[in-house]
Nanobody
Framework: QVQLVESGGGLVQAGDSLRLSCVAS????????MGWFRQAPGKERQFVAV????????YYADSVKDRFTISRDNAKNTVFLQMNSLKPEDTAVYYC?????????????????WGQGTQVTVSS
């Protein structure tokens, strides 16, 4: 099992940028596929982005494509989510998650390990 801790959330205005970080411990980070999800009040947890073990493959939800970038630094056991051109509809708690294989990466139920989440609030 790997433990995950997110940081970097906050309150910003529409059009601003934020960079979320997720630090992993207790496992071999480079063997995990890492995903970012978000959950707004009253809504289901939603896939945002995923990155493969070595960073060679990335996939995004249509709603964030061309605005968000997922990356990882295996030497620092960290995955990042760079969020640009933020919109009020991006407001949610953002979670990072880890799993062993790329298949089913859009499905939150396929992930075995989750962080506690970090709040992102975008004002209009």
């Amino acid at each position: 099992q790997v433990q995950l801790v997110e940081s970097g959330g906050g309150l910003v205005q529409a059009g601003d940028s934020l960079r979320l970080s997720c630090v992993a411990s207790g496992g071999t980070f480079s063997t995990y596929v890492m995903g970012w999800f978000r959950q707004a009040p009253g809504k289901e947890r939603q896939f945002v982005a995923v990155i493969s073990w070595n960073g060679g493959s990335t996939y995004y939800a249509d709603s964030v494509k061309d605005r968000f970038t997922i990356s990882r630094d295996n030497a620092k056991n960290t995955v990042f989510l760079q969020m640009n051109s933020l919109k009020p509809e991006d407001t949610a708690v953002y979670y990072c998650a880890a799993k062993k294989f790329m298949s089913g990466s859009y499905d939150a139920l396929r992930y075995d390990n989750w962080g506690q989440g970090t709040q992102v609030t975008v004002s209009s």
